[in-house]
């Protein structure tokens, strides 16, 4: 016998039918279902990989010959089990960069791999290995394309006719129609490369509603995605001074500003183009190498210790995070990222191919037993909470005592503390159980990241309390977590 749908539950359907429907970012102060679902990722892997990996350059300019384009070991699953042993919970695949080559057989164009001698589709394969690792597909898509026309666009200052944006929208939107029918479900598309034409010129409006009328759920960000009051066409307002209600430069469902970071703290509100009010967290883009594509001069990783505060920073106030990992020329991801990212991935909490604990903290009020007041610097107990790795709660004196407490019971088993300078020598974490503090674990030094694990624990408060120290202790970050 069917279950029929009670009536109740239908009404409470509704509004995520609706928006499923018309896939249109509607105005609000809050996430939608699938904003939220962008915010629940948090931390993914973007992957740079095409010509350009054989041109010792980041940016090409259409004129390159396919030949050259040789990933004779190509694997995709490599590179989704990197993100997938590293915490990450999705992928953004550059499926075309500024230079228009396409890692997918495009029957709008030749210059594509189907051209070179390697003709696997990336794009196939990448959602392939995704589906096989759990892993959410996004893709990158340059509106940016040099090669189009006969280079048209080749200058980085170029101009279009009227006719000439039409014809290329037209052909952005077959490709984006190949991407979005070809290889399943994608959760976010990353455009790129605005910068080139007069905003009106790239008809984003246009372009958003091709994408929200074959993927409604999936979620579209255009690069320097905000504009200035007086001029949003021309000048694009970086992450620094964002302000509520500022003007969309694009049509989108979240913000880019690449290569910069989200500030403190991050407004969420703009304005669409009927002036009212939208909701858009945003998404901050990190290479772990010194570039985007592979080079083979470029020996450099960012360390464990300079990662961990960027991750801190970018996942915090419901924005997420795009770390960037390059295949080399045989298609593999080199071994160092590998082990980097697991490192990063083990520093943060998580255990074996786990995702990133979320912070639980972030949503706890917290109070110290002692703070700092001799300068006009906030050392509260929230800067050790908040996200924001330039502030930290500092104590006047010690022992003393850090609370967090939650409105819903938490479920955890490990914090995770950054200390400003080693001064903490013994410290005690309790929790409250049946209206009584319960000792759950004890210990010794702190350092510049620790993590301190303990018997799963069920709680609305848990205490902190650091017994002796050299000094008065002082804290970047206090994180909780279940891994």
Known sequence: MKKKLHIPALVLLLP?????????????????????????????????????????????????????????KLDTDQWAKTAKDAGMTYVILVTKHHEGFCLWDSKHTTYDVASSSVKTDVVKSMAASCKKYGLNLGLYYSLWDRNWGNGVMRSNRATLTPQQSDDYVTYMNSQLTELLTRYGEVCELWFDGGWVLPREQWQTDRIYKHVKKLQPNCLVGVNWSIGKHSNPDHHAVRPPAYRLGQPQRYAGDFRLGDPMLPVFPDPKLYSNAKGQLVYMPFEATITI????????????????????????????????????????????????????LKELASALGAKSSQRIPHNLAEGAQVYATSTWTKDPTDHSAICATDGNPSTRWAAADSPCKFFLQWGNAQTINFLRIREYTNRVEKFTVSAMMNGNWKTIVTGTEIGPNKLIPFPETTTTNLKISFDQCKDAPSFYFIGAGKN
């Open 289 to 340: 190498n010194k570039h985007w594509f592979w080079h083979p001069y470029d020996k450099g990783l960012l360390s464990v210790e300079k990662l961990i505060p960027l991750y801190e920073r970018c996942t915090a106030q419901d924005n997420v995070l795009t770390l960037n990992s390059p295949p080399n020329r045989d298609g593999l991801m080199e071994q160092r990222n590998i082990d980097r």
């Open 16 to 72: 995520l039918l609706a928006h499923a429907q018309t896939g249109h970012l509607k105005p609000s102060s809050q996430p939608n279902a699938y904003q939220k679902q962008m915010i629940n990722r948090s931390y993914g892997m973007f992957i740079h990989f095409g010509i350009n990996t054989y041109s010792g350059k980041e940016w090409t300019d259409g004129t390159l010959s396919p030949d050259i384009y040789q990933p004779e």
